[in-house]
């Protein structure tokens, strides 16, 4: 069926097997699971050399998730450790103009940390942040109930 999907995508777009890059001996570059397992590689170097950058931001990965499938996922999962201010947020995102996903990781940190005020003065606290890293990402801020003891 993947062979299907990639020789329709190739008849579409007019691509033909000579324009790809050669292949070494024993390497297959047209492997869908070998180009998903390099760019998943990149974004997880990308996000573990930039936690200087989080701590900053003041947050911490304390989890990372990776799920390889048909669309592969990454899913960086957050605490707030400190707020900074707007001005701070502002200089630390100008600093990433080269580094567009981090940029978007900590846009996504800065905006769903603001949601925590939604449920202030409820049973619910803030608890964390997960990014899902694919191609449709997804943003959730994470809420857990206060229990008290009895």
Known sequence: MLKE???????????????????????THNDPSLLSSEKIKAVVADLTSANQIFKEAGFLMEQLEIEVGLVPKITPQFKQTKEISSEEEAQLLEQLNQKQMIKFVLLSLF????????????????????????????????????????
């Open 5 to 27: 999907l990639l020789s329709k995508f190739k008849n579409n777009t007019g691509s033909q097997e000579s324009q790809l890059p050669q292949e070494d001996s024993g390497s």
């Open 111 to 150: 905006k769903s940390s603001k949601m925590k005020k939604l449920l202030e003065g409820s049973e619910m606290y803030f608890y964390g942040i997960e990014i899902e890293i694919t191609t449709a990402p997804a943003v959730k801020t994470i809420f857990k109930r206060k229990y008290q003891a009895q």
